[in-house]
């Protein structure tokens, strides 16, 4: 599949330079992490469950963008998921994820994980193989509320939830180190290895401080268990002090991931960058998003500088939505918005942000937002909105 449309002035992928401010999504691609390239190519991988039908309302918005802001889009649509795995016993080839990397400059993958696959092999193969083989280690996933009535919390206004969470990618207990010893026995042990190594720790600190130096934001929190994780927990609050000595004009603070997850929900306006290891950070992202309107509401993003990002929404496959046209495409659309930022489209992103905030505005949701519309009715109309803005 492939789109391509004249080009003008819109069009152009804008420098970092002149990115508009207001949104965490400007804000999100600062000059760390946005490169400008004048035709994006695109891999689509739709993946499972309502994966493909929230990614079908992603690309249908980047298709009228690329339509009405004379952008040149190419997209090549990749057959991977739990069908492909179970019809060929082959999740992803070497070759494959080889080409992903090589030939694109973006990934938009919407999600694995599918009950017919009870041991979720082929979603670590293809999720966890493009993490680890682009060595992807940063997981960046921007939480903001758009509007009061979404968060379930009492007395929190809009400008109260503004966070960002830089999540390590590559390390921690994702390395799939360890085994079964005596498996199927009463004596069974299972070992998963949690790894931290200095250069990936240090890596994902500096990432964090370098954006919220760069964005103009007060602090960035440390969330681990160091009074339980006593090995990791050393190196990673040494370099967390070291790191961040290095930037006196960010304010510090490291909170225990447990007592994190009590104060997100109590005082979110307290947080602002929050940097934390592979697996707090998965498990903080699906509570913070539970703050601004659930998963329906939150993109992510698994960046390495320099190379093509994987851009997916927090969310899985929700194989009980399946079919159902309820399934928020908004996530996903808020994706391609990180994808355009990421790739110097910061014009173009603005406007679909806005035309999803527009929507959010106007109650054009899926029931879990309170809205009455199908999953591509949603599509349809920040589309619609999109079209008519990149026109003007
Ligand atoms: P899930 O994120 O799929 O669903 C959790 C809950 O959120 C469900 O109630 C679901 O209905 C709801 N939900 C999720 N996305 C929604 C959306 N867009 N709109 C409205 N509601 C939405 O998590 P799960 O049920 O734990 O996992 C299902 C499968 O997805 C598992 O196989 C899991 O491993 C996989 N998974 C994959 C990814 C990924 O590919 N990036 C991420 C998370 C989970
Ligand atoms: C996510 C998901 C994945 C993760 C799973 C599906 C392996 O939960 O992207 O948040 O834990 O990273
Ligand atoms: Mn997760």
């Known amino acids: 599949m492939r789109t391509r449309a004249r080009k ?3 069009g152009q ?26 035709m994006a190519r695109i891999a689509v991988i739709p993946g499972d469950g309502i994966g493909q039908e ?38 992803i080839t070497e070759s494959e994820l080889g080409m992903l990397g090589a030939e694109h400059d973006a990934i938009l993958l919407g999600a694995m994980g599918d009950p017919r696959v009870p041991g979720n092999e082929h979603a670590r193969e293809i999720l966890l193989g493009l993490r680890f083989q682009l060595d992807l280690f940063i997981n960046l996933r921007p939480v903001r509320l758009y509007e009061a009535r979404f968060t379930p919390l009492r007395d929190v206004r809009p400008e109260d939830v503004d966070i960002v969470i830089f999540r390590e990618n590559t390390e921690g207990p994702y390395v799939g180190m360890g085994g ?21 720790v240090e890596r994902i ?44 004009d960010i304010e510090r603070s490291a909170v225990y991931a447990d007592a994190l997850a009590l104060d997100l929900v109590l005082r979110p306006s307290k947080y602002d960058v929050i940097v934390a290891p592979n697996l707090f950070g998965d498990i903080l992202s699906d ?16 960046l390495h500088p320099g190379r093509p990002g994987l851009f997916e929404p927090v969310h899985g496959s929700a194989p009980d939505l399946v079919g159902t046209g ?11 918005v990180l994808l355009l930022r990421h790739s110097g489209y910061t014009e173009m992103a603005q406007i679909i942000e806005d035309s999803v905030r527009e929507s959010l505005r106007r109650d054009e949701t899926t029931p879990d937002l309170g809205g009455r519309l199908t999953t591509s009715e949603v599509g349809d109309r920040v589309a619609e909105r999109v079209r008519m803005a990149a026109a003007v």
Do not use: Q
């Open 180 to 200: 079964n010893f005596k498996a199927g026995t009463v004596d069974e042990v299972a070992i998963e290895e949690d790894i931290s190594t200095g250069k990936g």
């Open 205 to 248: 600190l500096r990432a964090a401080f370098d954006y919220a130096r760069r964005e103009g934001r007060r602090s960035v929190t440390l969330s681990d268990k160091a009074n339980a994780m006593i090995h990791s927990g050393r190196l990673w609050r040494r370099l967390f002090a070291e790191v961040g000595a290095e930037f006196p």
């Open 326 to 336: 309820r399934a928020n495409p908004l996530a996903a659309i808020l994706t391609a």
């Open 54 to 91: 929230v990614i079908r309302e992603a690309v249908k918005v980047l298709r009228v963008a690329a339509e009405a802001g004379g952008l040149t889009f190419e997209f090549s649509e990749w057959d991977l998921g739990a069908d492909r795995y179970l019809r060929t016993g082959v999740a």
């Open 8 to 10: 003008r002035k819109l």
């Open 287 to 302: 509570l913070a998003a539970a703050l601004v309107g659930g998963l329906g509401l939150a993109p992510s993003a698994s």
């Open 13 to 38: 992928p804008a420098g970092t330079g002149d990115r508009p401010a207001c949104s965490p999504f400007a804000l999100a691609f600062a000059l760390a992490f946005a490169s400008v390239i004048s």
